[in-house]
Structure formats: structure tokens, C-alpha cells
């Protein structure tokens, strides 16, 4: 029985090998454009800028919209860079409450279609996803 757990530790590994591979970092010229969220019910849109400012279009069911204006940066978070949102209001499904707006780091992630994300929760597979 031993042989069948290194063979499947040795899958999980070239497994996990080729999904690293298949994304990285974003450059900060790939993230200007219209990302919007791949799950839900709600209209939820970012609208990246290349001049350094956003606007976030959110429509819950029944809710009155809310938009969120400021200025997006990279920065160093935990050794990788991330895009950083200023004054952006977490409202997402799972959130009973909106919180006041704030700072939001979020992973930039190129995927192997060439496809930005920029991930909310990577369990739920739920991602803000740039349109072509």
C-alpha cells in the first residue's frame, strides 16, 4: 500500500506545479479595464483606470445602487503585490453588513487564457474577471 500514497502525493504535487504555472502577477499595464463579478445576483462592476482611479458600480436586488469613486496603487501586501482600492465599501454576498469604505488589497491574478482576475473568495471561486 505504501507505493499508491507516493504516487498520489507525487500527482498532487505536479498538480499544484501546473496550477502555479498556470497564473502570475499582473504588470500594472494589464489592469486598466472592466471587471465584473463572475457570481450572483447582483450587478457589481470595477471599472479600472489607467490613471490611477476606479469606480465600482454595485446593484443588489431591491437595493438602491451604490458607487464607490478613489484611487487604485500597487503595493507590496505579504510579499506579492496586489492592487490596492481606496475608499471601496466591502459589500459582497456572505457580508450582512457594508462596511465604511476602506483599503482593499486584492491579489491581481493573469490566469492561463490571459484572463485578469482579481479574486474575492478563492474557496467560492468568486472573482471580479476583466471582459476582453
Known amino acids: 500500500m505504501p507505493v499508491p500514497s507516493i504516487t498520489r502525493l507525487t500527482a498532487l504535487a505536479v498538480l499544484a506545479t501546473m496550477i502555479s504555472a498556470c497564473s502570475r502577477s499582473v504588470s500594472p499595464s494589464e489592469l486598466p479595464g472592466t471587471y465584473v463579478m463572475n457570481r450572483g445576483q447582483a450587478a457589481d462592476t470595477i471599472f479600472v483606470r489607467s490613471d490611477g482611479t476606479y469606480l465600482r458600480r454595485l446593484v443588489l436586488p431591491g437595493e438602491a445602487p451604490v458607487s464607490d469613486t478613489g484611487q487604485w496603487q500597487l503595493e507590496p501586501v505579504a510579499g506579492e503585490e496586489r492592487i490596492v482600492f481606496a475608499k471601496l465599501r466591502a459589500k459582497w454576498p456572505g457580508l450582512r453588513e457594508e462596511s465604511p469604505p476602506g483599503y482593499w488589497p486584492v491579489r491581481t491574478v ?23
Open 110 to 132: 493573469l490566469g492561463a487564457g490571459g484572463q485578469v482576475r482579481l479574486p474575492v473568495d478563492e474557496d467560492l471561486g468568486w472573482a471580479y474577471v476583466r471582459l476582453p
